[in-house]
């Protein structure tokens, strides 16, 4: 018998007392079979997290953030995980500004995903409109963190109903299987084709990356379940990119 999945489940409202989202993610965390997995959650509010500074330093050399906070510990969490719940609140229309500095910081993810394989869930509350754009917008992240993204719960004013399994059900469903029976997207395989040209054509650390896992060549990061009309839009659109993309010098 397989040990459980080990999931982390990040609450990025600002708020240290109890919150619609975290009240909403004990009713995620509750419905998951324990023999399936075993979750911990990770609160923003409880930890110090400075705003991205745009150097880049992670970026162009694969070293560490500068700033001492704790955004690398967290990242370091999500990363060593089986697989995620990323919640916030939202705010403005989209989330929270902490759980926003928290993505920032993880600016290298977006160019040498790190969570792949990995199943990804996405949580949102909101007191009145900005749910399906939070939502999307979370979705859009592990996305480009390399996660598989599973199920959308959010809730509001106007639906204050318990969770029940069925929302639940696929994230449960891909913590008990392998990546490869994952059908990813057309939008996930669209966005893979965008990450590998910019990995190919404008970094050399990028590209070292995306070489030594074997994705320069692939159409996803991992075989699995591709309908041939996705495969075939999916190269189509690689090719069609990677000959507009001029390549930075000492990448080529």
């Known amino acids: 018998m397989m040990a459980p999945k080990q999931i982390i489940s990040l609450n990025g409202s600002p708020r240290k007392r109890r919150s619609n989202t975290g009240d909403l993610l004990d009713e995620i965390a509750a419905l998951i079979p324990p023999d399936v997995a075993q979750v911990s959650r990770l609160s923003l509010a409880d930890y110090h997290i400075e ?26 969490r999500i ?19 902490k759980l926003k500095s928290l993505i920032d910081r993880s600016a290298s993810w977006f160019h040498r995903p790190t969570l792949v394989g990995k199943p990804a ?38 639906r204050a109903d318990p969770i029940v399994e069925a929302e639940v059900a696929s994230f449960v469903w891909h913590l008990r299987n392998d990546p490869g029976r994952y059908r990813p997207s057309l939008r996930q395989l669209i966005f893979y084709q965008v990450q590998k040209v910019v990995a190919l054509k404008t970094s050399s650390v990028d590209r070292a990356y995306w ?20 495969r075939a839009i999916a190269r189509g ?16």
Request: proline share 5%; aromatic share 10%.
């Open 121 to 158: 869930l996405v949580a949102s509350t909101t007191a009145g409109s900005g749910l399906k754009e939070t939502l999307d917008y979370l979705e859009k992240v592990v996305i480009q963190w390399g996660a598989h993204p599973t199920d959308r719960v959010g809730r509001s004013l106007t």
């Open 51 to 76: 705003h991205c500074l745009g150097c880049e330093r992670c970026i162009l050399t694969d070293r560490p953030c500068f700033q001492e906070d704790d955004a690398e510990w967290i990242l370091g």
């Open 79 to 97: 990363r060593d995980a089986d697989g995620l719940i990323l919640s916030s609140p939202v705010y403005m229309l989209n989330v929270s500004g």
């Open 211 to 230: 070489e030594a896992r074997g994705w320069d060549e692939a159409l996803y990061y991992h075989p699995c379940r591709i309908p041939l009309v996705k």
């Open 237 to 252: 659109f690689y090719w069609m990119l990677y000959r507009r993309v001029e390549p930075v010098r000492g990448t080529a």
